[in-house]
């Protein structure tokens, strides 16, 4: 079975530019958490949607927007970009919404903002 | 809130055990989870405690006391493939069920 699937692999934009990350979990997995990676940090969580709905929610902004799609499928959108978004992007597979379920990660999506 | 801290980088030789801690403070916890990440690359799951005590999966055990709010990652057999950065993750509760709050990771390197 094909793991968690992220695209584009690496993104360079431009400050104020929007961008869309995109996700497919593990088949079977409706769970999925997105995180940014700041080098040489861990990752922050992001948002988590299960179900097509919104579960959870980390201290962004709201330039950052996230859906789900009936294949559980996500994106994840970042409006009017800044240098400080540049980061690692991982998105999170998991079977459960709730409880200790393994979250397996997709290998992410680099992105640069010049 | 959670907080998480566990050391930022250590140093071992091949063949040895080294052992890596983490401490949290959590207002909700549903377990901790170990993850090895290699530069450039997505974390990938080791291991993973939610009652007290140690679990063990070939070469790597993972301890955790909840009272104390303390866990340690356990490496044995250190390989030179072993060099990567160790992150201590906790998982929330309720409406934090899909959150997991991230350590900074420890960098381990392993030197023949």
């Known amino acids: 079975d094909a793991g968690v699937t992220q695209s584009p692999t690496h993104l360079i934009k431009t400050r104020g530019q929007q961008v869309t990350l995109r996700c497919s979990p593990i088949s079977g997995h409706k769970s999925v958490s997105w995180y940014q990676q700041v080098l040489g940090q861990g990752p922050q969580f992001i948002f988590q949607?299960?179900?097509?709905?919104?579960?959870g929610r980390g201290n962004f902004p709201d330039r950052f927007s996230a859906r789900q799609f009936p294949n559980y499928s996500s994106e994840l959108n970042v409006n009017a970009l800044l240098l400080g978004d540049s980061a690692l992007y991982l998105c999170?597979?998991?079977?459960?919404?709730?409880?200790?379920?393994?979250?397996?990660f997709g290998p992410g999506t680099r992105l640069t903002v010049t | 809130g959670q907080n998480i801290d566990q050391p930022t980088e250590m140093t071992a030789t091949e063949g040895a055990i080294v052992q890596i801690n983490c401490t949290y403070q959590t207002s909700g916890f549903n377990g901790l989870f170990w993850y090895q990440q290699h530069a450039g690359e997505a974390p990938t799951f080791l291991s993973y405690n939610v009652l007290d005590g140690l679990e063990e999966k070939g070469r790597f055990s993972s301890f955790l006391s909840r009272s104390k709010g303390y866990s340690y990652l356990l490496l044995k057999e250190l390989q030179m493939k072993d060099s990567a950065s160790y992150l201590c993750?906790?998982?929330?509760?309720?409406?934090?069920?899909?959150?997991?709050?991230f350590g900074d990771g420890t960098t381990l390197t392993v030197k023949p």
């Open positions: 993750a906790v998982r929330g509760y309720n409406t934090n069920a899909g959150k997991s709050t």
């Open positions: 999170a597979s998991s079977s459960g919404r709730q409880g200790p379920y393994e979250q397996y």
């Open positions: 949607y299960y179900e097509k709905e919104e579960r």
